[in-house]
């Protein structure tokens, strides 16, 4: 199927009808939904194929389909998202994102979005962030700190991630929290020294500070001599 185009009402079923031809069935979609535990539909079609349709459709008049928005399968969250990914130069891009973020209900729509960082961005995003944290809807609170995963773990910003981190204490959103912890694994692995003094002195709910361990010690950037420590200051 052609996705460069000029979009309509009329493509939008041809888009459905290549979707579902491509769907890996019934019993795969139902695996989807539980895994995203989501309450959209789930059609199970292969990321090779929403990477091609994502791409075909941000080299076409991508602001008409984006303007129709479909949003009936999970599915469709993964395009949009690969859509948003590729236009973040477009000014209208962060009015697209707001939509997208406030109608996220499961974390493989949230996730699958990915922010570049750049010289002109850099304080509209991170406004964006501290926006979106603020927010009391789960998955936006979540994408806020995607951003902060993606974008501003570094020297200049470590101090205030802490803050925010700091301030998020309390909040019993599952989603919510495999977040932090996501986000302080990411802390201690790129900026190493500081955030593990952070975490040696960390006020934060035991469950995060546990699970951003656990995190750090499944992955490849920190020496075995480091997880051993870090394993060393787990609550009980």
């Not at 961005?121 to 009391?136: Q, R, T, V």
């Amino acid at each position: 199927m052609n996705f460069t185009r000029k979009w309509t009402i009329r493509d939008i079923n041809d888009y459905y009808k290549f979707l579902k031809e491509n769907s890996k069935g019934a019993e795969k979609a139902e695996w989807e939904k539980r895994i995203a535990n989501t309450s959209m539909p789930c059609l199970a079609v292969p990321s090779t194929v929403v990477d091609i349709v994502a791409r075909d459709i941000s080299k076409s008049d991508y602001i008409s389909f984006l303007n129709i928005w479909p949003w009936e399968y999970l599915v469709d969250t993964q395009v949009i998202a690969k859509v948003l990914n590729r236009i973040q130069k477009d000014d209208r891009y962060w009015d697209y994102l707001d939509r997208y973020v406030n109608l996220c209900d499961n974390w493989a729509s949230t996730d699958c979005l990915r922010f570049k960082l750049t010289r002109s961005n850099k304080e509209k995003l991170w406004e964006k962030a501290i926006e979106y944290i603020n927010n009391d809807r789960p998955f936006v609170k979540r994408v806020g700190m995607i951003i902060l995963m993606k974008a501003f773990v570094c020297d200049e910003y470590i101090d205030k991630i802490f803050e925010i981190l700091n301030s998020l204490k309390g909040n019993d959103h599952y989603y919510v929290m495999m977040m932090e912890a996501w986000l302080l694994c990411e802390c201690v692995i790129k900026v190493r020294s500081k955030s593990i003094q952070y975490l040696q002195e960390a006020n934060l709910d035991k469950f995060v500070i546990n699970k951003a361990i656990s995190k750090c010690r499944d992955s490849y950037r920190l020496s075995s001599a480091e997880k051993e420590y870090l394993k060393s200051l787990k609550r009980v």
